[in-house]
Each structure stands twice: as structure tokens, then as C-alpha cells.
């Protein structure tokens, strides 16, 4: 059988049955890879079970009238599904949310989600999945139904791109998407036409495309995206929890940075809070809700306070305006560029440059543990909404372990210290830490032995919304390094997290469970080595420079009580401290010395190979598919492979195939050098024929070797290599480049 024959027959097997089933699988796995994303907000915010239903029916529906329904009447149905789904999700707004909801406020998050916004940020965020996943699931599945698989491909890959977009769809799901789309077509073109490569080629090169372009969108400024192209260093840890704005991931060990961040001139020492926290995602942190920009005083807690000013100095380029909790007041030219978030804090949409002051008022609360205690559990359902939401997922284990700490207590605040003190008494500090899998606060609960300050922080948080008690988690400095009476310096290794707890009529009160003792060991000895190693940028002219931290005094107690009462206090508002946390460049080694510069390296010394991080190596296969796509389709693959041809013979065999080897590779250099072979030309014919354009006698000897190796009596092995020689011989000549290379 001839090969035209052979690829005849291949390409008809391949119709049929088959194909058409493995292009409703590829349509089924791309459909799954978006639902993915959508069942894990489900799973963040709750609603798993209906979002289940509602896909399932999607689905049935599509497949019960796909045959009945005509394209138009199946596009209105989707039209009115997504339409259907917005009008729930802005049904089921907080009213505070609703009043904001203007056509430019929805153009605003349209074009946030898609540079970078995540779902897990909308307020609604389990809401709007249920909303949005019907509209393409039905139509991508009723126009496979009907076997149109490239427009089915088509509805997928472009929802897919959305949450490729707002940051949701990892490099996996991305890349699983891509795929499953490329050979979902291919199997539609072998299905209607038995072949096709050349239209895969230019599926492929528009799914690249596709994904490319959104990865490099999601990373325009403000975005949350990560950079196709990350850094080169590791990022500290002071940049994932104080500089992530809107999401913080838990990662595993850190290290410890003691550059000199900013100064604080107050006559009160507190935590400086940078942003708070509310949705939980089971390995991290979403700040949810949109931000508003400044524009005057804000509203102060509901009970008591007092009031505080600061006036911060900017001792590097930060991106933060961290202050004492409740800030009411900023003044200084960055007000003009600030926001306010709906958890009440303040960020800059600009960069601080070093040297630049602000001053903001806080009205900080003012409370005793009896007031704590006598506070009401009627929380606003608002803040019930917000601050007690716990992924699907979470293990159960989790919310009996709650329940036998602080289940026998009848109040929210003595709850949050019995928390409070088992996480202090029963886990152990440390940097050096494995990134657990799975759910933060269950793998700290139950499998590890220490953590620092963000498995403390999540863990607590965790506890208190199982018991019933809203609560958040918090990201901002200790007090830092007291230089004079009014004025304290904060470095980048006094970065750290802490809990609050909403507490009727006086709203968020701080709670720390992360053990201070350890955490000042630890920051003392990274200063005193820094000092002594000479880093750059760890002191200011006021601070001391000798091996020791100056430790910080406690404040004056904010309320009359007795010794007792003062000490349960303190609990509720931690005593602020130089308290160390958790800050670094990258992860040492177990058992390092904290801040010690570590390198992994194998047992004879040379470094370990450091691997691009998934996504970039994803993406990177992504491309590649568009690239080699793009070649294919272009005929550089082709061009390329004949010339490779030509240049190599190849190890020697039979006398008669060497013949006809070295006569096809002078047929290919003759086409790249004069023309091709015409129909019905014999090659003797087609190489005398260019002999005016000055073709030597040898060629002709190689033409006359093929044809009695093909249809005469053969040829010797002499005959055979004095054919390869020749060629060889023609190729240097037509290659100036390889000609010198090979002299050298």
C-alpha cells in the first residue's frame, strides 16, 4: 500500500464514534477546569451544594433541548441565565453595598475583574459563581451537543480566559484548559473533514495567544497577577503579609529583614495596622469589598476612645500608610492619593518616597475586660456575614478542638483569651517551618509543632469564628525600637499579624497569640548580627548601635482596675512591645540561625539547580504549543527539517538506499537553489536540464547512481559513497556558514 494510500485510510479511521468522543471529553475537561475555579468560591464563602445543583441542571437541560432548541433560542437562554444571575447578586448585596452601586462603580469592577481582581474579593463572592456558571456551562454543552465543538471550544476558552484574567485559574487549570480546547478541536476537524492539522495549528496559536495575553494583562498596575517573568530573589515576608494589599497566601520558613522602614513620632505606643482581613480561604487571606477614596474625617469606633496622633516618616519607599487602630484623620500630601478600605483602613495609591511625612489622628478604643465581657452576641448581619464565614471544607476535627478550649466559656471575650492562652502555651515559635497542604489553621492544630506569627494569627481567627465570635486577621508592625520619649523605629522585622475580635459598643479589639518572648529573642539577635555584619540601612542617627535592641516600656494603663482586672485587660489589649516577627528574604534550612544568609547545597558543595516556579513554567509551555503551532502552520517547521535533511546523510546502510538518500538531499538543495521537480520529470531530465546554470558533471553521476539503484542492477559501495561525497561537497559550497564553522 502507498503511503498517500496508507494516510488515506488513517485519516478516515480517525472519523466517526471516536472522535466525536473524544471531542465532547476534551469539551467536558475545558467545562471543568473553570468550574474548578467556581467550586472553590463556593467552597471559600459557602454554597457548594447549590452550585453543584445548578451546574447539574445546566448541563441536563443542554443535553434534553439541544436537539429542540435552535442557536438563536439557546443564545437567548443564556443571555437570560446571565442576566438572571446579576440581577441575584445584586439582589443579594449588603444595602451599604447597594447605595455604592452606580454604572460607574459597575464599569470600575468590570475592568478591576479583568485586571486582576479576584472572585474571593467580591463581597458576594459565593453569590456571583452560582450566578455566572450556568450561562456558559449551557451553551458551551448545548453546541456540543449539536456538534459544534470549535464554537462549544470557544465559549469555554473565553471563560476560562475570564478567570485566567482575575487571577483565579492557577497555572495548572490554565494549561489542563489549553490542552483539552487544542485536542477538543483537532478531534472536531478529524470528525467532519478526516484531517486538518493545519486548522489544530491555528486553534492552538489563538488558545496561546489567548492565555499569554491574559497573564501578561493581569499584571498591569494595581493588579493582582503575578509577573509572567517573577523576580529573581525570593520575596520576603514582610512583602507577602504587610505589602500584600488585597491577598496573602501562608507560605513556609522566612528570614528575618532589619532595614529601618519608617519612624513613628507618638506620644502612645501601639501596632501599627496596615489592612485587616476578613474572607478565609483555607491557605490564606482575602481582603474583600472595593476601596473609596479619602476625602475627610471618618467614622470612629462606637464606644469610648481616645485620641492619638502620629506623625510617620517614610525611612525607604513604602506603599502602606500604617497607623494606630481606629484612624479618623490624614493629613500630608499623600491624603489626596489615599483610600479607605471597608474594613476601615487606609492605603496609598501611590509610592512614599523616603523622607515623605503624614500625619494621621486615631481614635483609639477604650474599654475594661468587664465591659468585654458584658457585650452583647446581637452582632449586625453585616458583621456576622463577613466575620464568621469558614470554607466547606474545613475539617471538623477543627471545630471540636474550638469547642473543648473555649466551649465551657459563656462570653465572646473570655472565649478569645482561653484561645488566646492555649495557642501561646501550646505551640512552640519558630521561622523555620514546612508550607503546610491543605487548611492553615487544621495542619497548625493538629500537625505541626510551631509556626510563627501568621499560624498563630489564622489559627486564632479560625478558632473564634468556629465558637460563634467575629473575628479577623490583621497585618501591620510592632512598635518598634523606642529612640526617644515620643518617637520609635520600625524596622521590616517588626512586621507581623494579630486577631481582632468585634465586640458590640466598642467594636475591634486586638488580641496577639503569638508568644512575644521567643519573638524578641529573635529580633535582638538578627539586629545585634546584623550591626555586626555592617548591613546598610538598620539604623537611624537616633537609635543606639550597640548588640542590644533598646527594649520597649510598657504603656500606662488605660483604665482604673484592680491588679486582676488590669491583668485581664492587658489580655484584651496587648501590651505593646519591640516585639519581633516575621519579615524575611528567603527560606532557610531548618535549624538555621535566623537571619543567617543560607544556600542548599549538596554534599560536595555545588548548589542545587533553583527550577522556574510553576505558573512561569506553565506559561512557558503554553507559548512553546503556540510556537511550534505557529511554525507549523508558516512551514518553518518543514523548511527546517529539509534543510537539516540536506546536510546530513546519516549513517551508511545498504549501497542502494545510501544512493537514493544522497540523491533526494541534492534534489532538496536544487529546489532551495533553482526550482522543483516538475510532474512527469525524470531526475536525469531535471538535473540536465539545470546544467546551463553551471551544475557540474557530479550531480549527474548522483542522479545516474539513483536510477540504477532504484530501477537498474544496483550500485557498489564505492558508487554509493562517491554519491554521498558529492553532495556533501554541494552543500558546503551553497552554505558559506557551515563551510567555515567545519574549518574551524
Same mark, same amino acid.
Given at each position: 500500500?502507498?503511503?498517500?494510500?496508507?494516510?488515506?485510510?488513517?485519516?478516515?479511521?480517525?472519523?466517526?464514534?471516536?472522535?466525536?468522543?473524544?471531542?465532547?471529553?476534551?469539551?467536558?475537561?475545558?467545562?471543568?477546569?473553570?468550574?474548578?475555579?467556581?467550586?472553590?468560591?463556593?467552597?471559600? %464563602?459557602?454554597?457548594?451544594?447549590?452550585?453543584?445543583?445548578?451546574?447539574?441542571? *445546566?448541563?441536563?437541560? *443542554?443535553?434534553?433541548?439541544?436537539?429542540?432548541?435552535?442557536?438563536?433560542?439557546?443564545?437567548?437562554?443564556?443571555?437570560?441565565?446571565?442576566?438572571?444571575?446579576?440581577?441575584?447578586?445584586?439582589?443579594?448585596?449588603?444595602?451599604?453595598?447597594?447605595?455604592?452601586?452606580?454604572?460607574?462603580?459597575?464599569?470600575? #469592577?468590570?475592568?478591576?475583574?479583568?485586571?486582576?481582581?479576584?472572585?474571593?474579593?467580591?463581597?458576594?463572592?459565593?453569590?456571583?459563581?452560582?450566578?455566572?456558571?450556568?450561562?456558559?456551562?449551557?451553551?458551551?454543552?448545548?453546541?456540543?451537543?449539536?456538534?459544534?465543538?470549535?464554537?462549544?471550544?470557544?465559549?469555554?476558552?473565553?471563560?476560562?480566559?475570564?478567570?485566567?484574567?482575575?487571577?483565579?485559574?492557577?497555572?495548572?487549570?490554565?494549561?489542563?484548559? /489549553?490542552?483539552?480546547?487544542? /485536542?477538543?478541536?483537532?478531534?472536531?476537524?478529524?470528525?467532519?473533514?478526516?484531517?486538518?492539522?493545519? $486548522?489544530?495549528? %491555528?486553534?492552538?496559536?489563538?488558545? *496561546?495567544?489567548?492565555?499569554?495575553?491574559?497573564?501578561?494583562?493581569?499584571?498591569?498596575?494595581?493588579?493582582?497577577?503575578?509577573?509572567?517573568?517573577?523576580?529573581?530573589?525570593?520575596?520576603?515576608?514582610?512583602?507577602?503579609?504587610?505589602?500584600?494589599?488585597?491577598?496573602?497566601?501562608?507560605?513556609?520558613?522566612?528570614?528575618?529583614? &532589619?532595614? /529601618?522602614?519608617?519612624?513613628?513620632?507618638?506620644?502612645?505606643?501601639?501596632?501599627?495596622?496596615?489592612?485587616?482581613?476578613?474572607?478565609?480561604?483555607?491557605?490564606?487571606?482575602?481582603?474583600?469589598?472595593?476601596?473609596?477614596?479619602?476625602?475627610?474625617?471618618?467614622?470612629?469606633?462606637?464606644?469610648?476612645?481616645?485620641?492619638?496622633?502620629?506623625?510617620?516618616?517614610?525611612?525607604?519607599?513604602?506603599?502602606?500608610?500604617?497607623?494606630?487602630?481606629?484612624?479618623?484623620?490624614?493629613?500630608?500630601?499623600?491624603?489626596? #492619593?489615599?483610600?479607605?478600605? !471597608? $474594613?476601615?483602613?487606609?492605603? &496609598?495609591?501611590?509610592?512614599?518616597?523616603?523622607?515623605? $511625612?503624614?500625619?494621621?489622628?486615631?481614635?483609639?478604643?477604650?474599654?475594661?475586660?468587664?465591659?468585654?465581657?458584658?457585650?452583647?452576641?446581637?452582632?449586625?448581619?453585616?458583621?456576622?456575614?463577613?466575620?464568621? $464565614?469558614?470554607?466547606?471544607?474545613?475539617?471538623?476535627?477543627?471545630? !471540636?478542638?474550638?469547642?473543648?478550649?473555649?466551649?465551657?466559656?459563656?462570653?465572646?471575650?473570655?472565649?478569645?483569651?482561653?484561645?488566646?492562652?492555649?495557642?501561646?502555651?501550646?505551640?512552640?515559635?519558630?521561622?523555620?517551618?514546612? !508550607?503546610?497542604?491543605?487548611?492553615?489553621?487544621?495542619?497548625?492544630?493538629?500537625?505541626?509543632?510551631?509556626?510563627?506569627? /501568621?499560624?498563630?494569627?489564622?489559627?486564632?481567627?479560625?478558632?473564634?469564628?468556629?465558637?460563634?465570635?467575629?473575628?479577623?486577621?490583621?497585618?501591620?508592625?510592632?512598635?518598634?525600637? !523606642?529612640?526617644?520619649?515620643?518617637?520609635?523605629?520600625?524596622?521590616g522585622l517588626d512586621s507581623h499579624a494579630w486577631v481582632e475580635a468585634y465586640f458590640e459598643d466598642v467594636g475591634w479589639v486586638r488580641f496577639d497569640p503569638t508568644p512575644s518572648g521567643p519573638r524578641e529573642t529573635v529580633e535582638s539577635t538578627r539586629l545585634t548580627e546584623a550591626r555586626q555584619n555592617g548591613e546598610e540601612g538598620i539604623d537611624t542617627d537616633e537609635t543606639q548601635t550597640t548588640a542590644t535592641p533598646?527594649?520597649?516600656?510598657?504603656?500606662?494603663?488605660?483604665?482604673?482596675?484592680?491588679?486582676?482586672?488590669?491583668?485581664?485587660?492587658?489580655?484584651?489589649?496587648?501590651? &505593646?512591645?519591640?516585639?519581633?516577627? #516575621?519579615?524575611?528574604?528567603?527560606?532557610?534550612?531548618?535549624?538555621?540561625?535566623?537571619?543567617?544568609?543560607?544556600?542548599?547545597?549538596?554534599?560536595?558543595?555545588?548548589?542545587?539547580?533553583?527550577? &522556574?516556579?510553576?505558573?512561569?513554567?506553565?506559561?512557558?509551555?503554553?507559548?512553546?504549543?503556540?510556537?511550534?503551532?505557529?511554525?507549523?502552520?508558516?512551514?518553518?517547521?518543514?523548511?527546517?527539517?529539509?534543510?537539516?535533511?540536506?546536510?546530513?546523510?546519516?549513517?551508511?546502510?545498504?549501497?542502494?538506499? #545510501?544512493?537514493?538518500?544522497?540523491?533526494?538531499?541534492?534534489?532538496?538543495?536544487?529546489?532551495?537553489?533553482?526550482?522543483?521537480?516538475?510532474?512527469?520529470?525524470?531526475?536525469?531530465?531535471?538535473?540536465?536540464?539545470?546544467?546551463?546554470?553551471?551544475?557540474?558533471?557530479?550531480?549527474?553521476?548522483?542522479?545516474?547512481?539513483?536510477?540504477?539503484?532504484?530501477?537498474?542492477?544496483?550500485?557498489?559501495?564505492?558508487?554509493?559513497?562517491?554519491?554521498?561525497?558529492?553532495?556533501?561537497?554541494?552543500?558546503?559550497?551553497?552554505?558559506?556558514?557551515?563551510?567555515?564553522?567545519?574549518?574551524?
Open positions: 500500500m502507498s503511503t498517500e494510500a496508507r494516510e488515506r485510510v488513517g485519516s478516515l479511521s480517525t472519523r466517526g464514534p471516536g472522535a466525536r468522543t473524544v471531542a465532547l471529553v476534551s469539551i467536558l475537561v475545558l467545562t471543568g477546569t473553570y468550574l474548578s475555579v467556581l467550586y472553590r468560591v463556593t467552597n471559600v %464563602v459557602g454554597g457548594r451544594t447549590t452550585f453543584v445543583g445548578i451546574v447539574a441542571g *445546566a448541563f441536563l437541560f *443542554a443535553t434534553l433541548f439541544g436537539r429542540l432548541l435552535g442557536v438563536r433560542a439557546a443564545v437567548l437562554v443564556t443571555v437570560s441565565l446571565l442576566l438572571g444571575g446579576f440581577v441575584l447578586y445584586v439582589y443579594t448585596l449588603p444595602r451599604s453595598q447597594l447605595e455604592l452601586l452606580t454604572p460607574g462603580r459597575i464599569v470600575a #469592577d468590570t475592568v478591576a475583574l479583568l485586571t486582576g481582581l479576584s472572585v474571593l474579593r467580591l463581597t458576594g463572592a459565593g453569590v456571583w459563581a452560582i450566578a455566572i456558571a450556568p450561562g456558559p456551562v449551557f451553551l458551551s454543552w448545548y453546541l456540543a451537543v449539536r456538534r459544534r465543538y470549535v464554537a462549544a471550544v470557544a465559549v469555554g476558552g473565553l471563560t476560562l480566559c475570564l478567570f485566567v484574567l482575575t487571577g483565579d485559574a492557577g497555572e495548572l487549570t490554565t494549561l489542563v484548559g /489549553v490542552v483539552a480546547g487544542t /485536542v477538543a478541536v483537532a478531534a472536531a476537524t478529524f470528525d467532519r473533514y478526516g484531517a486538518g492539522v493545519a $486548522q489544530v495549528d %491555528v486553534v492552538t496559536i489563538l488558545l *496561546a495567544a489567548m492565555v499569554l495575553s491574559a497573564a501578561t494583562v493581569s499584571v498591569v498596575p494595581g493588579a493582582e497577577g503575578t509577573p509572567l517573568l517573577p523576580n529573581r530573589g525570593s520575596p520576603t515576608m514582610e512583602a507577602n503579609l504587610v505589602d500584600a494589599q488585597d491577598r496573602i497566601s501562608v507560605v513556609g520558613s522566612i528570614r528575618l529583614s &532589619p532595614k /529601618v522602614r519608617f519612624t513613628v513620632e507618638s506620644s502612645d505606643a501601639d501596632y501599627w495596622e496596615t489592612a485587616a482581613y476578613d474572607r478565609y480561604t483555607g491557605d490564606g487571606w482575602v481582603r474583600t469589598g472595593s476601596t473609596n477614596r479619602y476625602s475627610g474625617r471618618l467614622r470612629g469606633p462606637p464606644g469610648a476612645a481616645e485620641t492619638v496622633e502620629q506623625t510617620v516618616t517614610a525611612e525607604d519607599s513604602i506603599s502602606i500608610l500604617p497607623s494606630a487602630w481606629r484612624p479618623v484623620a490624614l493629613e500630608g500630601d499623600v491624603a489626596s #492619593d489615599a483610600e479607605v478600605t !471597608q $474594613q476601615g483602613n487606609l492605603r &496609598p495609591t501611590r509610592t512614599l518616597r523616603e523622607g515623605e $511625612q503624614y500625619t494621621v489622628t486615631s481614635r483609639v478604643p477604650l474599654y475594661t475586660s468587664e465591659e468585654l465581657r458584658r457585650s452583647s452576641t446581637e452582632y449586625p448581619d453585616e458583621i456576622e456575614e463577613r466575620y464568621l $464565614q469558614l470554607p466547606d471544607s474545613t475539617p471538623d476535627r477543627v471545630r !471540636q478542638r474550638a469547642s473543648e478550649i473555649a466551649g465551657d466559656e459563656d462570653n465572646p471575650y473570655d472565649k478569645a483569651v482561653a484561645i488566646e492562652t492555649y495557642l501561646e502555651e501550646n505551640k512552640r515559635y519558630s521561622l523555620s517551618v514546612n !508550607q503546610p497542604s491543605g487548611n492553615t489553621a487544621d495542619a497548625f492544630l493538629f500537625e505541626m509543632d510551631a509556626g510563627y506569627c /501568621v499560624y498563630y494569627a489564622t489559627t486564632m481567627t479560625v478558632l473564634l469564628r468556629s465558637e460563634g465570635v467575629p473575628a479577623r486577621f490583621v497585618t501591620g508592625y510592632t512598635p518598634g525600637e !523606642q529612640a526617644d520619649d515620643e518617637t520609635r523605629v520600625v524596622r533598646t527594649p520597649t516600656p510598657d504603656p500606662e494603663p488605660t483604665d482604673e482596675e484592680d491588679a486582676d482586672t488590669e491583668s485581664d485587660s492587658e489580655t484584651a489589649t496587648p501590651t &505593646p512591645s519591640n516585639d519581633t516577627d #516575621d519579615s524575611g528574604d528567603a527560606t532557610p534550612p531548618p535549624g538555621a540561625v535566623p537571619g543567617a544568609d543560607t544556600t542548599t547545597e549538596t554534599d560536595e558543595g555545588s548548589s542545587l539547580p533553583t527550577f &522556574p516556579p510553576g505558573r512561569t513554567f506553565a506559561l512557558g509551555l503554553v507559548a512553546l504549543a503556540g510556537l511550534v503551532a505557529g511554525a507549523r502552520r508558516t512551514g518553518v517547521t518543514e523548511r527546517a527539517y529539509r534543510l537539516l535533511s540536506i546536510q546530513y546523510q546519516g549513517a551508511r546502510d545498504d549501497p542502494a538506499d #545510501d544512493a537514493v538518500r544522497a540523491y533526494r538531499r541534492l534534489e532538496a538543495l536544487l529546489e532551495r537553489r533553482h526550482r522543483s521537480r516538475r510532474t512527469g520529470e525524470t531526475p536525469r531530465a531535471y538535473v540536465e536540464s539545470l546544467a546551463r546554470t553551471g551544475l557540474d558533471d557530479d550531480a549527474r553521476r548522483v542522479s545516474e547512481a539513483y536510477e540504477r539503484a532504484r530501477y537498474g542492477d544496483g550500485v557498489t559501495r564505492e558508487e554509493a559513497d562517491e554519491a554521498v561525497a558529492v553532495v556533501d561537497r554541494l552543500v558546503r559550497e551553497s552554505t558559506p556558514v557551515l563551510r567555515r564553522l567545519r574549518r574551524n
